[in-house]
């Protein structure tokens, strides 16, 4: 009978944390990034000329039909044979802002969809900017629709985060990795890295549904 | 010794796809099995089968793939089994899937309008034959396409069974590199075979889900 031994994860349990606080930083910075390369993108891919359009239409199809693991191996080791030489927290910051902005950029292209011509219409009319259309007639309501999505699509993204551990990022799953070659209690350790991913996506969970409780307070209709 | 990337080395990688595409389909096989149960447990009148599917659910969204694989890989251990990437590889793969696909088919069974099962009840139909004929085969329709989408998602998944050493596709390129170090040729040619596997099942499932959608309106 196997004998389960936690007392080495638990004696190391501060690694771990600082793992989980870089896990926290590089998902919270990659969505912020993602996020401007998403709207950028979004506004591209709905308003711009047809070449624009066709590079962004490029760009989302590549990166959301092959595995993050190969975005992030062309990244941290093809990359550098073009001169650019990441470190491995910058190349999984990179890869994470590069593969959130593709989805992104379909979720917010959708929330803008939604958006019924005669609003723009209405807006031009009233003398406002095009920046000014964008920023308050179409932004703000898409956004709104496309919150959930947008947040599922983010705790996805720290889940999927756990991949840049094989580049020795330094984020929790690279914590258990460590870890679990320093006291060969490979079957605990990542039991407990699971269970603080399962802590984390529930947590991020509970702050997004008190964020909109609190940005989205005003009626939708009246 | 550091040998050139040509002709063979190309030819190495492109054989490997079928080991990612052989776990695919082993994964998809057994998520899809795995998956209507969950969505049957989730639809039931039972509350603690609904809490577990839920539950089962959950655990299985809220945690990395990778961490799956890693506990399945290093639990085969504890339970005395040798550890072996294949099945470990497709055991996680395997209720990954049941997970994600019970949460979608959920969904769909649950678009299906009451009045269709409260008829069926009516005329005398019990469960199994309630859901076999009358139920399943419209939410069937509904769930093509969602279900051709999470087909790709689980292609790509498939890449992290690398990491625990099953030699599939990008652990071909892995090693094709490690022996030619032209990391740029070999990992560009790995993500144009993803490509091809995943591209035409992303238009599909697109292509389905515009029609649907067409054919819903009216």
Not at chain 1, 17 to 27: E, F, K, P, V
Not at chain 1, 94 to 104: K, P, Q, R, S
Not at chain 2, 55 to 83: C, D, E, K, Y
Request: glycine share 8%.
């Amino acid at each position: 009978m196997y004998e389960f031994n936690f007392a080495p994860v638990f004696a190391s349990f501060d690694q771990l944390l600082l793992g989980a606080w870089l896990t926290i930083r590089l998902s919270c910075a990659a969505m912020l990034l993602g996020l401007i390369v998403s709207i950028i993108c979004a506004w591209g891919k709905t308003a711009g000329p047809s070449l624009i359009r066709f590079v962004i239409n490029a760009y989302i199809e590549i990166i959301r039909n092959t595995p993050f693991l190969v975005q992030i191996f062309f990244i941290f080791f093809g990359l550098p044979s073009l001169g650019l030489r990441l470190s491995p927290n910058s190349a999984a910051l990179l890869a994470l802002v590069v593969n959130f902005g593709a989805y992104g950029t379909e979720i917010i292209r959708a929330g803008i969809e939604s958006i019924q011509k005669g609003q723009v219409e209405a807006g031009t009319a009233l003398g406002l900017s095009k920046l000014q259309v964008f920023r308050y007639i179409i932004m703000k309501p898409a956004l709104r629709t496309v919150y959930p999505s947008l947040t599922s699509q983010f705790i996805y993204l720290m889940l999927t985060s756990s991949v840049v551990s094989v580049i020795s990022a330094d984020d929790l799953a690279a914590a258990g990795n460590d870890l679990q070659s320093a006291t060969f209690a490979s079957f605990e350790v990542y039991i407990v890295i699971t269970l603080m991913y399962l802590a984390l996506s529930i947590g991020f969970s509970a702050i997004f549904a008190a964020i909109e409780k609190m940005a989205f307070k005003y009626p939708l209709s009246r | 010794m550091i040998r050139p990337f040509g002709w063979n080395e190309f030819l190495i990688i492109v054989m490997a796809a079928q080991w990612t595409i052989a776990l695919s389909a082993i994964a998809f096989a057994g998520g899809g099995i795995g998956g209507l149960l969950i969505a049957l447990a989730r639809v039931s009148d039972v509350r603690p089968l609904r809490l577990a599917a839920l539950g089962f659910i959950r655990v299985f969204q809220g945690t990395p793939l990778l961490m799956q694989l890693f506990l399945v890989f290093f639990g085969m251990n504890i339970f005395g089994l040798a550890i072996n990437p294949w099945i470990a590889a497709t055991i996680a793969l395997t209720l990954h899937a049941s997970a994600f696909l019970g949460e979608i088919w959920r969904g769909c069974i649950e678009a299906v309008p009451s009045g269709q099962r409260e008829a069926a009840t009516a005329l005398g139909l019990k469960y199994y034959n309630r859901m076999r004929y009358i139920v399943l085969p419209q939410a069937a329709r509904i769930a093509v396409a969602p279900t051709v989408g999470f087909l790709v998602q689980l292609i790509k998944g498939t890449s992290l069974a690398a990491i625990i050493g099953f030699t599939e596709l990008t652990r071909q390129g892995q090693i094709i590199n490690n022996a030619t170090f032209s990391p740029f040729m070999v990992f560009g040619t790995v993500a144009v075979l993803y490509f091809i596997l995943c591209w035409p099942l992303s238009l599909l499932a697109r292509r389905m889900e515009l029609k649907f959608s067409r054919a819903t309106q009216r």
